[in-house]
Each structure stands twice: as C-alpha cells, then as structure tokens.
C-alpha cells in the first residue's frame, strides 16, 4: 500500500478530479436546463391547453330536469301529482366489477328481474360516467340498509326524484294515462338536450299528448368534482323551468258518477259542453290503476291485465268502435229536413217490413205489425224503423254520407289524445276502398238505422250528439280547458274555435228534432220515458240498442230473456240536456247489455244527475220545470199507451 | 486490547462532541429546501398536519444524523466503509429471502419500523468506489473499471430484481459517478456508454411487463387514459395549468380533488408546479443547481480521493433524483418511483440524504486534514 501510495501523484489527480467536477457540473447545469425548459414549454407554450382540461377535469356539468307539470281537474282537484322518491343510481365507470356488484347489492336492495333488465338495456345506451338509475321507488328500509353497506359500493348511490302519482288511481287512466321509464327505445328519439337527467315520459293519455307541455325546460349545474366523481360544491345553478300545469275541463265528481254508473260492465261514456267542445266526464270500463306503470309494471300485474278477458287496457271511449243504432237516426232525420225530402208533417206508414220497391227481401221494424202512420217526431221518439229506411233510402248513400260526415263521422274528432280511431262511415267509395265492390241500396236502407258498415266510437257519438245540440256548430272535444306556467301563474286557456259556420241551415229543423229527441224521454210511447224522472231539467235523448251480430234470419225472435239478449246487442244511450238550451250531451255505451233505454238510459241519468248536483241544482239559461213533472213540457206527445221498453233498432243486413 | 479499543472509543467520542463545523451555505441552502417541503407538503396534503408534523420530526431526526455523521472524519468512514457495503449488500439478500412490500418486494419488517435497504446503497455504493478507487492510480485502467462494475452490478443486480428499476439505476448511477469523477478517460467512457447501450434491447427482454408499459406509456399516455397514462396525464395537466406565476398556494385543483395521484410523494413536484407555477419551479431549480455545486465545491476541496470522489459523486446523484423525479412529473421520464429530494413526504428519503449530507458536512469540516 505504501508503495503504491507514493506512487499516487496527489497533485495531478486533484487537478484532474477539478476538471471532472466542473464537466461534471456543466453537465447538471445543462440537465436542469433543459428540465426548466420543459416546465417551461408546458406551463407558457401548452397552458391554455391544460388549464382547459385541469378545468374539463373537475368541473362536470350536471343537468337539473324540470319538474314535471301537474294535472287538475276543472276545479282544482289535483289529477297527477308528483310526490318526492329516492332511487338507486350507478355510475358505471367507477363500478370495477359490475356483476359481482350487483350480485352483492342483491342482498341489501333486493332487485328484480325487470330492474336489472331495464338497467342493463340503459347500460349499453348511456355513456360510462353518466349515472344510470337502478331501482326505482326505495322502500325506508331499503335507503337505511343500503346507508349503512354504501361503502362497499362505489359508484352507487341513493339519489332523491320526484316520482308522479294519480291520487284518482283508476278513475283517470284511460284520460290522462300514465308516465313510464324512458327506454332505450325513448332514447333514440328523444331530443337529448331536453331530456337529459329526466326518467320518465308520457306513454299514454294526456300525459302523452301533451308531453311537450308538461315536461319543461331542464336547467343544468356546474359542479366540482374530485377524481371519484363525487359532488365537491355547485359553481353555479342554472334553475330549470318546471313543465306548465294543466287543467282539465273533467269535472272529477261527474267523472266519478260515470265510472260508478257502470257497476262494472264493460263500457264508456263521454260527455261534452256543446258550447265549446269541453269534455266534462269520459270513462272506459274497466280500467287500471296507472301507478303500476311509473317505475314499470311488473310482469305478473302485467300479465293480469292482459289476461283480463274484459281489457280494462282498452280505451273503449276513443278506440272502441260499435255501430251506432239507433241513436243517429235523429240527426239522420235532420238531414231529411235539411236537405228538403221531407217536412216534419210527412208521414210514412209502419206496417211491420218495409221493402225496397221491387225487392224481395224484407227489413223489419222492431214492433210487430208496425206503428201505423208516424211523422218524423213520432218516428224519433218510437224508433221507427220504416221512416229511417225510407228516408235514407230516398237520400241515396251519396247524400248520406256526405250529411252524416259532417257530424263527424268516419274521421278522428281531433280530440286531443292520441291514437283515437276513426271508425267506419258508409259510403261508396270507402266500400270500393274497402271491399273493392259496388254499393247496394240495401245496404243504404240499414245504414238509415245506424247499422252495417257504419261504426263510431263513444267519443265520435258525443261529439256527434254535442255538435247537434249546440245547434249544429261542431267543436273538437277538448279535455285539457287551460294551462298554467307555475303555481301561481294566471290559467291560460287553450283556444278551440269551432270547426266552422253551422251545419244547420233552417233553425226550424233544429226546433223539430229536438222536439222529437224530448218525446223519446217524455213521450208516453218514447223509448226512454221514465228516465227523466225527478229532474228539473228538460232532457232530449235518444236510445240505441245495436245488433252484435248479422242475423242469419227475417224472423221475429221472441227470446226476451234479458242475458241472451245483452250477449247480442250493444247498448246506446244519448242525450244532452237542458234541451232548450244544451249545456252537456252525453252518450254512454254498454257493450253488452240488452236495450239501450233501460241499461245505458240510466248511465246517462247519473251522468246528468251529477253534472246537475255540481252545479248546486240550477243550470243558468235553461227553463226549470215544474217539480211534479216528468211529464211536463210541450214534448208530451199524443201516443198511445206505449209501454217500456220500446226499445231501438233491430236491424237486417243481407 | 479492550484498554485499546477503550481509548479509541473515548477519542472517536471526543471528536464527535467537539463544536460542529458545517458548511453554512449548504446548510442554509438545505433548510430553505425542506421548508419548501413542509409549505409544498401542507397544501399537497389539504393542510394534515400530522402529514407535514411527521416529515417534521424526520428532518429533525435527519438534521440531529447529519450533525453526528458531520463529526465523523473522512478516513473512520473510510475504515468503515466495505463493511457497510457488504451489510447493506447483505440486508439487500436478506429483502429477496423474506422480504415484503406493496407487490414488490423492498421493505424489511424491523418490527419498529420498515425500511427500504436499497436506500442504504444510496450511499455506501459511492462510498464502496471511493474507497476502491481511493489507493489506486487514476485514472482507472480497465482493470479497475472491471472492478467497480462488479461493485455496482452486484447490488444494482438485486435492487432490479425486487422489482425496484429506478432505484437500481440510482444506485448504478451513483458508483458510476464516483468513476467518472476518478477521470476515467473519455473514450472509455464513450465505448462503455456504447455498450450500455447496446445492451437495452436485451434489458427490454428481461424487463417486466408493468416496467415495459410504463415506457410505452410515456410514449404515448393518451392511449392508456385510465391506466398507466393517468398519472402521466394528470401530472402534466397540473404543471400546465400552472402557468408562469402558478394558480397560488393551496390552490391546486388537481392535487385538491385528487386528480394527480401520490400527489404527497413521488407526484409532489406538480402540485408545486401548479401552485407556483414556472417562476416557482426556476427557482426550486435554482435551488437544487446551488445545492449541487455547493457539493461538488466542498469535493474540489477535500484533500484525499476518497473524501473527493464520495462528496463529488453524492452531488452528482442528487442531481439525478431531481432530473428524474422532474422529467416524470414533467412527462419526459417514465413513471418510477423517484422522490423529490427534500420535498417528497417520505421518512426513507430524507433521512438516509440528510445522512448523505452529514458526510459531506464532514468532508468539509475535515478538509483540512491529512492522513
């Protein structure tokens, strides 16, 4: 060691370790440089680029949906409410394994075969860090077992909505129908700026139809978030614009009457304010409770009410279409009166069967034998068969049609729901349309008694019924009156101005139907008489008892039992009231029931009854009558003793 | 022999508690920088003080090492030092039989605390050079050379194989650069960096695959934006956004919402950089550069070449730690496990520098001896 010690030229090395050090040190200076410059480049050449995304990165804007709008009745009575709910949310980016996720939330928040379905078809549509609902409507017990296990599961959370309720349950589905989940369907139509942070949409009813009115306008927020995503503080609320309230013309105790009045038969009724077009009551028997629908029915209550053999999902009011009977034949004689083929004092002899000159075949009135010699009155108020046949048969179908189409017939009414159907008005074109045959005139004779092709819904039948009692001007029916833009808000009514000048021109023929359309309720041999019973009012109506099937037959049946006639026919009641100055004209429908006066008649009265009681007994305009009366008034007509039931049309197709 | 070692005993004492003799700009330049730290640290940590507390007490633990090693002369180090290289060595054999970390394996259970040998390496792989190359005629021939690289690739060998690349390289770089100041000729220098290079697509083979992605990724971390492109991302991120003059102290977005990840460790740099912004980030540069030369000052003072070479390249390698955990932050380094000296929470780090420093404090305080 010494020796090579000795060796070691101190003197050198130190000179040499001074130069290395200082190369050495260059190079550091160098290194850190180039380091500054790097910092440099990012934070002057690139900043604007990544205080862009530091601030992509932690504000995250969040949509505010828009409370949905409410629904009231004509008096306030609230219809659809929305009432606060918490449900299940998944932010599927923080979620690492999501099976085994769901699987271990299964246990704390049971969760059904249809949540985990819908969540999965949401899944694939929405983007990773959007959160995606899970379960709907928490029970307490669930938020509170779910509270204490959340830290087992990022990315799920408990997130309070507002949930829509109908406080009337069935009373009102088949009107304003139901909200249900938006799907993955909804989601490629929908307008995803509007939609956004909202989960359910109008599926049916009114909720459907005026789903733009109703939804509102979302807000959105800017919010802070850390890495995890989860809310730090608001920046900033934009406030969404709730969806405008609306109400409807329904009075709630009219509409409650004609679901009771049905006892549960299958069957609708509507009634509408001939001066506007206002729908005042419409119901659909059966019907179901739309609070299934909201967080999505489930298979088994689905099932139900599919396997019902009465269809309470059927909307027999709009979509239901039944030949109308007897029930169009006043406006049918209006047309006569109208169109100058006959006067009110023509007459036509009832004798039983009526046939087309220079034909065989037969078409039978209802009474055997006939009624004798009747004018147009009298062949209202007994349903007489003969004079309709005639009459129509004079019109030809091409007049017809062209009459009873402008009552609305054969079209939809451009009532204000959605998927109304227009039924069927006979003519010819349509049955070359249709059949690609030629119109025969027998098939004019029993349209003259609302039967054949011809088919309408209750709601065409009331609109037909309302445009004749407000003298001939038609209104669509309306069943929303008003909206409202906010709580407080002033109503805003809709607009709905009649569809034209009058049908009818000469007054005169108005004053003869009427008169006649009286006889049926007051008449002593009026298919309805009786039903006015008690009621201050003066009611002008007409029954309508149409055949089910095609008779296979000319011949009289003499089967009166009440079942097997019901399982035949379809039973029509219409009436509007008071007659000297119409205010409501209703039409009810029993699609099983054995004669229009005795099973739908009375419908209509309780119809007429509550309308009567929610105005607190006294209609402005319309001429009280004495107490004692149901036989009061001019319409009292000169039958003979006609006895109850006379019953509407038996009708003969070929 | 026990009356000897006695009085060695009771001399080594003396010297020990004699007054201190440390170099004053160093030391300053060492107390701004951790002070940065516990600033940085608060702000990075959301203000935990028990966080800026606890690195605290380990610069005070740190300071007190630094104040006994400063009286330690040079030559009982160097009396010392292949012993402390083949213990430190030896505890690195010791981590691979039984050792146990978070999915690599670095730490030893001490049952009061867990400790990282190859930090030990830091230091006695320079100080195991010096020593070698200390009696030697230098520059070193090749035979020499020989020598020093199987000093370095023992230890370095079994650091990589922990896993542990970036401390490995450390380690390596740190006797390397006790070589390089010993005046190794440049064209050898030249051939062995040719070699060195020549050997990586070999080291690519033997790398693992998280190691090989974090290359890949900093070659393009957009295409792993949740993976290994992350911490990439979100560290430029915040060192972009910081600006020239920084978003201000305790208002980094990013390391506040927990964007930047180990934004308390290795990550701490960028949340400096936000904060600071590029007038911050020159003059913790400025810092360091006045930290480093200090050291290689106090180096071209020593007497002797071990003195030299250990202080000389214990500088130099603080240079590295802040080259690299820089260039990560900064995106143009991959991703490894590198603290910023002094500023990093972390007890292993800065104890075992201020360690470091102590011996350099020594140098300095015994420059003027021979032996």
Known sequence: ???????????????????????????????????????????VMRHDEFVTRAQNNRVKPRALPPARGLIYDRNGVLLADNVPAFRLEVVPEQVPDMPAMLAQLGKIVPLGRDDLDAFRKLLTQSQRFESVPLKMHLTEDEIDRFAVNRWRFPGVDVVPYLIRRYPFGRLFSHVIGYVGRIDANDLQQLDPVRYKGTSHIGRSGLERSYEDVLHGTPGYELIEVNADGRTQRVLETHAPTPGKNLYLSIDVRLQKAAAAAFDGRPGAAVAIDPRNGQVLAMVSVPSFDPNLFVNGISQTDYSALTGDQDKPLYNRALRGVYPPGSTVKPLIGLGGLETGLRTPEDTVVSTGVFYIPGQQRGYRDDVRGGVGRVDLEQAIEMSVNTYFYKLSLDMGIDRFSAWMGKFGFGRPTGIDLMGESPGVLPSREWKAAHFKQPWYPGETVIAGIGQGYWAVTPVQLAHAIATFAGHGVAYAPRLVMATQAGMDAPLKPLPNPPGGPSLIRNPADWDVINKGMQMVIYGARGTGYGLAKGFPYLIAGKSGTAERFSRTTSAYNNDKNTAYLASRHRAWFVAYAPADHPQIAVAALLESGAWGASDAGPIVRRILDAWLAAHGGVIQGGERLPSSSASASGAASAGGPGKFPVSGSTGATP | MIAVAYVRWRRFLRRVMTRPRIDVPLAIGLLTLALAGLVTLYSASNGSLALVGGQAGRFVLGGALLLLISRIPPPVLRNWTPWLYVGSTALLILVVVLGEGRGADRWLNLGVMRFQPSELLKLTMPMMVAWYLHPRQLPPGWKDIVVVGVLIAIPAGLIAEQPDLGTALLVAAAGAFALFLSGMAWWRIGLLIGAVAGMIPVGWHFMHQYQRDRILTLLNPESDPLGNGWHIIQSQIAVGSGGIFGKGWQHSTQSRLDFLPEHTTDFIFAVFSEEFGLVGVAALIALYAFIIGRCLWIAMEARDTYSRLLAGAIGMSFFVY???????????????????????????????LLVSFGVLMSIHAHRKMHD
């Open chain 1, 1 to 43: 060691m010494k020796i090579r010690r000795s060796i070691k030229d101190n003197r050198g090395e130190s000179a040499l370790f001074r130069r290395r050090a200082l190369t050495g040190f260059v190079l550091i200076l160098l290194g850190l440089s180039m380091l500054v410059g790097r910092f440099a480049f990012l934070q």
């Open chain 2, 322 to 352: 802040v080259f690299v955990n820089g260039g990560m932050v900064a995106g143009m380094l991959p991703v490894v496990g590198v603290p910023l000296p002094l500023i990093s929470y972390g007890g292993t780090s800065a104890v075992s």
